[in-house]
């Protein structure tokens, strides 16, 4: 099984206690119906017969966590990511951030 070149020790343990798959349970907007609501992906294996092989991520269970604070986080408070739910899972986060109430430039 492939590793990171950097913070294996870190990865290893996030990985082993997710079972080498990803842990998105819908935060990505897919409910992952056919696969009792967790994302399916393991590490190192195909999306499809012609896809990409999966490399999951040690990553923060908010995805909107910033890198700095990320980085410092022990491996009981990251998740197992497949790329695709992580970047989905980080854009419906934003989308979700209320916007202040501020006038516009062209409000009266």
Same mark, same amino acid.
């Given at each position: 099984?492939?590793?990171?070149?950097?913070?294996?020790?870190?990865? $290893?343990?996030?990985?082993?206690?997710?079972?080498?798959? %990803?842990? +998105?349970?819908?935060? +990505?907007?897919?409910?992952?119906?056919?696969? @009792?609501? $967790? +994302?399916?992906? *393991?590490? @190192?294996?195909?999306?499809?017969?012609?896809?990409?092989?999966?490399?999951?991520?040690?990553?923060?269970?908010?995805?909107?966590?910033?890198?700095?604070?990320?980085?410092?986080?022990?491996?009981? *408070?990251?998740?197992?990511? %497949?790329? *695709? +739910?992580?970047?989905?899972?980080? $854009?419906?986060?934003?989308?979700?951030?209320?916007? @202040?109430?501020?006038?516009?430039?062209? @409000?009266?």
């Amino acid at each position: 099984m492939s590793e990171p070149l950097a913070a294996v020790g870190t990865w $290893r343990p996030v990985m082993e206690a997710a079972g080498h798959r %990803c842990q +998105c349970s819908g935060q +990505c907007g897919n409910e992952h119906a056919k696969t @009792d609501g $967790r +994302c399916p992906r *393991e590490h @190192d294996g195909y999306t499809s017969k012609h896809g990409h092989r999966v490399r999951l991520m040690a990553a923060p269970a908010d995805p909107l966590t910033p890198p700095v604070k990320a980085v410092t986080l022990p491996p009981g *408070e990251l998740r197992a990511w %497949c790329p *695709e +739910c992580h970047t989905a899972a980080a $854009r419906r986060a934003r989308v979700a951030i209320p916007v @202040d109430d501020a006038p516009g430039l062209f @409000d009266l």
